[in-house]
């Protein structure tokens, strides 16, 4: 899979699809960096980015009482996780750009596209 936001991600808030698509961004240019510095300071933007992101999205959810806020803080501590061990190889001056792909496309077909879109699916039907 090339690392690539695609509308079809898009569940509907502005603020989390913004997120979503730098998330994409980081994503995209770490799997194409060359030197290692560049992989490094990408991929640690890539966690900030994201612990910060979950962060804002399970406050979010735990605001408005959402139903599912414990497995879906489980699923962003899975991808948070694989995103830290991809993280330690990386500062050990390795990247597996296979295993980046994979948890990019976790993340995009199966993350956003469910986890996240049943939350934005709560909210419209408690309005």
């Known amino acids: 899979m090339t690392i690539e ?18 998330l994409f961004e980081l994503a995209r240019k770490l799997v194409v960096a060359q ?11 890539l966690y900030k980015h994201t612990r910060l992101h979950f962060e804002q999205e399970e406050g979010a959810m735990s605001l ?8 879906h803080v489980e699923a962003h501590n899975r991808l948070l996780g694989r995103l830290n061990a991809l993280s330690e190889e990386i500062g050990k001056g390795q990247l597996d750009k296979d295993a980046l792909d994979a ?5 995009a077909l199966k993350h956003i ?15």
């Open 5 to 22: 936001w695609k509308d079809s991600y898009k569940i509907g808030d502005p603020a989390i699809d913004t997120d979503h698509q730098h």
């Open 35 to 45: 030197d290692l510095e560049t992989v490094r300071g990408l991929a640690m933007d």
């Open 64 to 71: 408005c009482n959402y139903p599912g806020l414990a497995a």
């Open 103 to 107: 948890l990019m496309n976790d993340w």
């Open 113 to 127: 596209p469910y986890d996240d879109a049943r939350f934005e699916v709560y909210l419209h039907q408690s309005s």
